[in-house]
């Protein structure tokens, strides 16, 4: 059933219980998203994509439209809430852009720049959380971990359908982990999907790192609001 | 191993949905979750080792590691703090001969923290086994302890191990009930239920979701939705099966009258969700109970079963066509259980993560089908309303927030314990009534709740537009510290916070270091401004209710009692906040470097 619902005042026309967030980028409006990907279920876990709708402020990858929403994406105040809440996901773990394999091709360090941050508003807080390189083709440098659930929920071993990534303790106490065995069942193609999926340099693919020359990295060639806004056809 | 694990897999079909309870008979048979059980399990319900671990770890009362020959939870609370725990916890460290968090080098006691075990009207308590201690004092806490060095069990000590744990006079030799009032709804003695539900199950399923409809009944757990339209949408949603989810997971710091509730009478839960079930079409309930009623277990079990004997329970109930039962799922200590998404999660067997929404649970819940999730004293409260009518209910209250509620009330005053008000009376005088002592602030609906002024906002009302309590209140007097209290409220929520997303699990822990940086005489009017901003962004973006009210204990008392952090600020001198601490700053450079040569020496 076609809707209509507005956008920073713009009319559109969209279908109902289309995902807001998707709306808006065939609409040409950018949302910035760190867990969400388009065809996937929603993840709703990093909130970066919140926008007001109908004067609450709520995650656009859970909103599905209905006629005569309105939307608020670049009002001021949830802007900045967007911003905040990267800004939270740099001060929590370690990003350290210049020295990341991920650097160029992680999907954290290009919405920063998209939300415009320059430096976190949160106080650092350097955590020191060990690395998991027990698997033969991968490992994980956890503390670029944005507990995104991505892997968790969309990486599972082919043949017996099990999880090869997870989440350990809850809160503060929250660990990235990966099931050895199953990971090193994992034919090399999974494996660089599953680095890919990763939106920051959790996951890293052994043996590959820094490829790309500067200038030829991946959101370098293409930004990540250019990708986002590309991918129309359903 | 293998045997005893696969006996355990069998007894739930290797149904990796009763993974909770699965891993309880695991833990109670071995005293832990061990990795080679982990391992074993994970091949039986064909999980990973680290997706069973991933629940596991989840809850604060499965162990992974040897905990200790008996387990001991100091529940750490705010109004314990108040009622020397300290004490008792430099008490139980000493004669244990382990810190906190650890076992002592016999493998003999493990002592561990833990939040609110709803017995806020009897605290100090802790947790020893299965057993709890109440009204602790530094000479109980050793003479316990010496007990268990002795060899006797927490039963032999609490002088229960003659007692039958499926009766009453168990529960009641543990802890007490506390009913300081008669109310017109709850706690109504020898009530007969079999006829009671012979006459609700004269009406139609739609008379019964009307009747509820009418009496204005909102959720008694705190969110306070129309309990006759939330029916009214289960009956009219789509599914195969339909489920009644009883909400016992009680853990707001400071509430317990679901815990009395449960005690005294149980019977008018076991009925409103049966009536529940009547009305929306369901063939299986589930009462989540909080792993800290541990206690009560055995007792709600034969409850249950003396339903079923009565046929109030079963198949063809009162010899109608109408099947009906009710299982326990034990929680396992996470506060965020008590979010109806996350419950319906760990019912599931799996991490007590709250749900993306929507769908909302009305239309797919529990295995994806359509669950009415309703609260312990919601439950009672249709048991009542049914057997006496809507208009009589409605008489009750004000016109929006109709029939009374129980108030668990705790902290400075004579008479702790249940009250049941009507929705309507002022704070003033439910203060008058519980005999509240020189008070100063009030904290209704505990930490996620509001902190009020006992001069100001005293002639506020009981109801869902003003103070719209989940039942729980506690009471500080003058002589309180409040941003103690305040931080204690936010090391909860940091403590309970289950991590999925970024607002509540990284905001909190910085709102909780902003506390301790103004209690420390380290703040500055820029952090009061961050508060609220990060309050703000905390409430407006967080996934689920914990998140969205994890701020407000800061916000409510900044708000109330702006004094109290006004006094402790500091102005910046020069260009540096007064958080900055320059000299240790410089140190840590000099700490690494000489580090390095040292590292370069040797």
Not at chain 1, 21 to 28: E, L, Q, R, Y
Not at chain 1, 116 to 138: I, N
Request: glycine share 8%; aromatic share 8%; charged share 25%.
């Amino acid at each position: 059933m076609s809707i209509r619902i507005t956008i920073d005042g713009h009319e559109v026309i969209a279908q109902h219980g289309d995902r807001l967030v998707d709306v808006a980028a065939d609409n040409g409006v950018y949302i910035p998203t760190l867990c969400y990907q388009r065809g996937k279920p929603c993840l709703g876990t990093c909130r970066a994509c919140s926008v007001r709708v109908n004067g609450n402020v709520m995650a656009a990858c859970t909103v599905p439209v209905s006629d005569g929403m309105e939307v608020e994406v670049n009002e001021p105040e949830v802007a900045d809430m967007r911003k905040a809440l990267v800004e939270l996901l740099f001060a929590e773990g370690n990003h350290n852009c210049p020295s990341c394999e991920k650097s160029g091709r992680c999907e954290l360090q290009a919405v920063g720049y998209e939300v415009g941050m320059m430096v976190s508003r949160f106080p650092y807080r350097f955590p020191v959380r060990e690395r998991e390189t027990a698997p033969e083709k991968l490992w994980l440098e956890r503390d670029r971990c944005i507990f995104c659930q991505r892997c968790v929920e969309f990486v599972r071993d082919k043949e017996t359908g099990r999880k090869i990534f997870s989440i350990d303790h809850r809160g503060t106490h929250a660990s990235i982990e990966v099931d050895v065995a199953l990971a090193n069942k994992m034919p090399d193609e999974q494996v660089r999907e599953a680095a890919e999926l990763c939106p920051v340099g959790c996951i890293i693919e052994k043996g590959l790192g820094y490829n790309d020359p500067i200038g030829r990295r991946k959101f370098e060639i293409k930004s990540i609001r250019e990708r986002a806004l590309k991918r129309k056809h359903k | 191993m293998q045997l005893k694990i696969q006996t355990i897999l069998d007894r739930y079909g290797a149904d990796k949905t009763r993974l909770m309870d699965i891993l309880w008979d695991v833990q109670r048979s071995d005293g832990f979750i061990s990795e080679e059980a982990t391992e074993a399990l994970a091949e039986g319900l064909n999980m990973s080792a680290c997706d069973i671990h991933e629940t596991a770890s989840f809850y604060h009362f499965y162990f992974t590691q040897p905990p200790g020959k008996h387990k001991i939870f100091l529940a750490d609370t705010v109004i314990a703090r108040a009622k020397g725990y300290e004490q008792l916890r430099e008490t139980l460290e000493r004669v244990c001969g382990c810190a906190f968090g650890n076992v002592d080098d016999s493998g003999t006691f493990g002592l561990y923290d833990t939040n609110c075990i709803g017995l806020s009207d009897q605290e100090p308590a802790m947790m020893v086994d299965d057993i709890v201690f109440t009204n602790l004092t530094p000479e109980k806490v050793e003479r316990i302890i010496a007990g268990l060095k002795a060899g006797k069990s927490a039963e032999t000590i609490a002088g229960v191990d003659r007692l039958d744990p499926a009766k009453i006079e168990y529960v009641e030799a543990l802890v007490e009930d506390n009913i300081q009032n008669e109310g017109p709804v709850f706690f109504r003695a020898d009530r007969d239920y079999p006829t009671l539900l012979e006459n609700a199950l004269e009406m139609l399923p739609d008379e019964i979701i009307e009747e509820v409809t009418n009496s204005g009944l909102r959720g008694r757990g705190g969110a306070g939705f129309p309990t006759g339209l939330k029916w009214r949408l289960g009956r009219d949603a789509e599914g195969e099966e339909k489920y009644i989810i009883c909400n016992a997971d009680e853990g707001e710091p400071g509430t317990f009258k679901d815990r009395v509730l449960l005690t005294r009478s149980p019977g008018d839960v076991l009925l409103g969700m049966i009536i529940a079930a009547w009305g929306i079409g369901s063939r299986q309930g589930i009462i989540y109970l909080r792993a800290e009623y541990w206690y009560l277990k055995a007792y709600l079990e034969q409850q249950i079963e003396d339903f079923r004997k009565h046929g109030l329970l079963g198949n063809n109930i009162l010899g109608k066509n109408f099947d009906f039962d009710i299982r326990i799922q034990m929680g396992a200590g996470a506060y965020i259980c008590g979010d109806e998404t996350a419950l319906i999660e760990s019912c599931e067997g799996k991490r007590g993560t709250p749900r993306v929404k929507p769908p909302y649970p009305i239309q797919q819940g529990y295995l994806g089908m359509p669950t009415s999730v309703n609260n312990v004293e919601t439950f009672a409260a249709v048991s009542r309303i049914i057997a006496k009518s809507a208009d009589w209910f409605n008489a009750l209250g004000t016109d929006e927030s109709t029939g009374t509620r129980l108030l668990s009330v705790s902290g400075d005053c004579e008479r702790p314990g249940i009250y049941e008000i009507e929705w309507g009376v002022s704070l003033n005088k439910v203060l008058r009534m519980v005999g509240a002592v020189d008070p100063m602030a009030v904290q209704i609906s505990g930490p996620s709740g509001e902190c009020v002024s006992a001069i100001q906002d005293g002639e506020r009302l009981f109801c869902y537009s003003d103070l719209s309590c989940n039942g729980s209140l506690m009471i500080f007097n003058r002589h309180r510290d409040l941003l103690d209290i305040v931080e204690n409220f936010m090391r909860f929520f940091v403590d309970e916070s289950c991590g999925i997303c970024v607002p509540c699990r990284a905001g909190g822990v910085d709102l909780y270091q902003k506390i301790r940086l103004i209690r420390a005489g380290r703040g500055s009017e820029k952090d009061l401004a961050d508060i609220r901003s990060w309050g703000t962004l905390m409430h407006a973006t967080s996934r689920c209710g914990l998140g969205t009210t994890a701020a407000k204990p800061l916000l409510t008392t900044l708000d109330k009692f702006p004094e109290l952090y006004e006094k402790l600020l500091v102005t910046p001198e020069g260009p540096l906040l007064p958080s900055f601490d320059l000299k240790a700053a410089l140190q840590a450079h000099e700490q690494a470097y000489q580090d390095l040569v040292q590292e370069k020496q040797s």
